[in-house]
């Protein structure tokens, strides 16, 4: 069965980076683009990044442009979200989400790490 | 960018019918997929491409898309419905969710 889990999340101060990790499985990882989603405690869902299931396309949201970056292990079945430049406005659970391929839509999400910029 | 915008909160009477709606410039020009998230849980799929229902969810839920506006419809509403409902498209390669809306059962 699918499975998606992140990892590395945690506290951090303002101005620091932290790497976020997303260990697939039960699919073939390398042939899906894979998303970045969070969401603020309280708050809605905010699209982050996509990354092309060859890593050669990137995407980002404004917000985090110029401070995130994102990438994929395809031997390791891993994708991951550097994140620099942290704000306490970056903090968030995020997902890992995979873009079912035909429809387009978030047909799997991992359980959420969450990330606290805080002083 | 593009934005969607819903409204923060709809209350149905256990039974009747919610229609949550999802605002966005010539929306009817993008495929509008919709997700049910209810606390500490990742989010899940109810509706894809306007008015597709998948696997697993119940005929209760429907969808439409016309114009600016697309909407998320529950019939007979269960008290297992209450959650937040965010719309989503895609814009340019960008993922773009809705502001979320909370429905209460009644």
């Known amino acids: 069965q699918v499975q998606l889990v992140e990892s590395g999340g945690g506290v951090v101060q303002p101005g620091r980076s932290l790497r976020l990790s997303c260990a697939a499985s039960?699919?073939?990882?390398?042939?899906?683009?894979m998303h970045w989603v969070r969401q603020a405690p309280g708050k809605g869902l905010e699209w982050v990044a996509v990354?092309?299931?060859?890593?050669?396309?990137?995407y980002f949201a404004d917000s985090v442009r110029g401070r995130f970056t994102i990438s994929r292990d395809n031997s390791e079945n891993t994708l991951f979200l550097q994140m620099n430049s942290l704000r306490p406005e970056d903090t968030a659970v995020y997902y890992c989400?995979?873009?079912?391929?035909?429809?387009?839509?978030?047909?799997?999400w991992g359980q959420g790490t969450l990330v606290t910029v805080s002083s | 960018s593009y934005e969607l915008t819903q409204p923060l909160s709809v209350s149905v009477a256990l039974g009747q019918t919610a229609r949550i709606t999802c605002g966005g410039n010539?929306?009817?020009?993008?495929?509008v997929h919709w997700y049910q998230q209810k606390p500490g849980q990742a989010p899940v799929l109810v509706i894809s491409?306007?008015?597709n229902r998948p696997s697993g969810i119940p005929e209760r839920f429907s969808g439409s898309n016309s114009g600016n506006t697309a909407t998320l419809t529950i019939s007979r509403a269960q008290a297992g419905d209450e959650a937040d409902y965010y719309c989503?498209?895609?814009?340019?390669?960008?993922?773009?969710f809705g502001t979320g809306t909370k429905v209460t059962v009644l």
């Open positions: 989400a995979r873009v079912e391929i035909i429809g387009h839509t978030f047909d799997y």
């Open positions: 039960g699919f073939t990882f390398s042939t899906y683009a």
């Open positions: 990354i092309s299931y060859d890593g050669n396309n990137k």
């Open positions: 010539n929306i009817v020009r993008k495929k």
């Open positions: 491409r306007n008015d």
């Open positions: 989503q498209v895609w814009d340019s390669s960008t993922g773009v």
